[in-house]
């Protein structure tokens, strides 16, 4: 009997190639990004099942399969995926949490700690022949506010507590709430708090609709002039508008972004183009992109795949759990 063929979207298939192509339950296939592709390739190849990355799937990817199929998000974030059209068509959604968290943690941590010493601006310098050696900040002792407790949130307050001596201030809806809470000096659900004091401010909330520019001009204003914002979430949850005009006049010290409401890297408008700021450190979007999570994360959407198939659905990482009544 042939093997059930699963399609996988281009972007996420060359980051784990290895494991697509020795998969031995299922037969994988690389297929476009874009949805219209996607549907294409689940057509004519009959897949039974499919794993996408971070693109948003809107409309025709709900139509293309029969109800009980699995569509796996490569990745934790989930935005991409319309869970009320995936329920509506019987199609059982997951993610992969856990997969991802040192990756991203690591991340953000190399991205304060290049604020602090302004090693961006040191090295385009050096390559321009100057020796332009500018003064920087040590991280012990500094206030690291994290906005958004969970698994990556607090995989980072570990390493910049325990690693850098790092005072760690915790906002969470839920006062109490963290993945590891003795890393935090605090938690509090008032953001005004937590922020108040802070060095850096890191984001890790997911962009679920409450969330989309939840960093909006209000916030902004209570983060204290010194303070940089790192963001290593998803792009939606920033207003960039707003950060840009709090960048240009300086009322923050700086941004360093991995993520963007639009990717790849496209400005709100023309005249908000924060690639133009001598204030900020871009990334493009590669916060997980490492051998190793990539790796997990292609491990545990087949597994994902593979409990839906059996029906096994208590051991899948199900994000819309009602599809099941």
């Not at 971070?54 to 991409?80: E, I, M, S, T, W």
């Not at 409401?261 to 183009?273: F, I, L, M, N, V």
């Not at 690639?275 to 871009?282: D, Q």
Request: glycine share 8%; proline share 5%; aromatic share 6%.
């Amino acid at each position: 009997m042939p093997l059930p063929t699963i399609v996988v979207s281009e972007s996420v298939y060359k980051k784990a190639r290895n494991v697509f192509e020795s998969a031995t339950r299922f037969r994988c296939v690389m297929a476009p990004d874009d949805e219209a592709g996607l549907v294409r390739a689940i057509e004519e190849s009959d897949a039974a099942h499919a794993i996408l990355g971070h693109q948003k799937y809107q409309d025709a990817l709900y139509r293309a399969f029969p109800r009980g199929r699995v569509l796996a998000r490569f990745g934790v974030g989930h935005d991409g995926l319309d869970k009320v059209k995936a329920t509506g068509a019987g199609l059982l959604c997951t993610n992969t949490p856990g997969t991802l968290d040192d990756s991203v943690a690591e991340l953000t941590m190399l991205m304060i700690g290049a604020a602090a010493r302004h090693l961006v601006e040191h090295a385009n310098a050096m390559t321009r022949g100057e020796w332009r050696p500018i003064l920087g900040t040590e991280l012990r002792g500094r206030t690291l506010a994290i906005v958004g407790c969970g698994r990556i949130g607090s995989t980072l307050a570990r390493i910049a507590s325990a690693g850098f001596g790092m005072r760690v201030v915790g906002y969470t809806r839920a006062s109490g709430l963290a993945h590891e809470p003795a890393h935090y000096a605090e938690l509090t659900p008032d953001f005004a708090r937590a922020v108040g004091a802070a060095d850096f401010v890191s984001l890790h909330i997911a962009a679920t609709p409450e969330n989309v520019h939840f960093i909006d001009a209000a916030r902004l204003a209570m983060l204290p002039p010194r303070a940089w914002l790192v963001n290593t979430a998803r792009g939606a949850v920033v207003d960039e508008i707003a950060l840009y005009d709090a960048l240009h006049s300086r009322r923050i010290a700086g941004a360093a972004l991995d993520v963007f409401d639009r990717e790849p890297y496209e400005p709100a408008d023309a005249a908000h183009d924060v690639r133009t700021l001598p204030n900020v450190i871009l990334t493009p979007h590669i916060g997980s992109n490492t051998p190793d999570a990539n790796r997990r994360m292609a491990e545990a959407a087949l597994r994902n795949v593979a409990y839906g198939a059996d029906g096994r659905f208590g051991e899948m990482n199900l994000l819309n759990p009602d599809v099941l009544g």
